[in-house]
Nanobody
Framework: QVQLVESGGGLVQAGASLRLSCAAS????????MGWFRQAPEKEREFVAA????????IYADAVKGRFTISRDNAQNTVHLQMNSLKPEDAAVYYC????????????????????WGQGTQVTVSS
């Protein structure tokens, strides 16, 4: 099982940018489809973005399309989420997640589709 550790969260003003990183260990990152989810207080965890194991396919939630970009570097065993034009409603704990590539790529990812999770990194956006 892959172990995932997120970093890069913080407090920013609305309109600013942040880049989250997810470092993988314990397995080769190229064996995993990867995703980002977020959870705001008193809300359910929701899908943000996903990238297929080779990086050939990406999916985004409507709320972040055009503002967030997911990328991966399999050689460095890292996944990134570039977040631009941040809004107060983007504030949440952001989680990195993995889905083994032996399982098919999903076009509408949910929490249940991913088996490996990081501990999360807090993103706070002030208005």
């Amino acid at each position: 099982q892959v172990q995932l550790v997120e970093s890069g969260g913080g407090l920013v003003q609305a309109g600013a940018s942040l880049r989250l990183s997810c470092a993988a260990s314990g397995d080769t990152l190229s064996s995993w489809h990867m995703g980002w989810f977020r959870q705001a207080p008193e809300k359910e965890r929701e899908f943000v973005a996903a990238v297929s194991w080779a990086g050939s396919s990406t999916i985004y939630a409507d709320a972040v399309k055009g503002r967030f970009t997911i990328s991966r570097d399999n050689a460095q065993n890292t996944v990134h989420l570039q977040m631009n034009s941040l809004k107060p409603e983007d504030a949440a704990v952001y989680y990195c997640a993995g889905r083994h590539r032996r399982r098919l790529w999903v076009v509408s990812p949910t929490v249940a589709d991913f088996s490996a999770w990081g501990q999360g990194t807090q993103v706070t956006v002030s208005s």
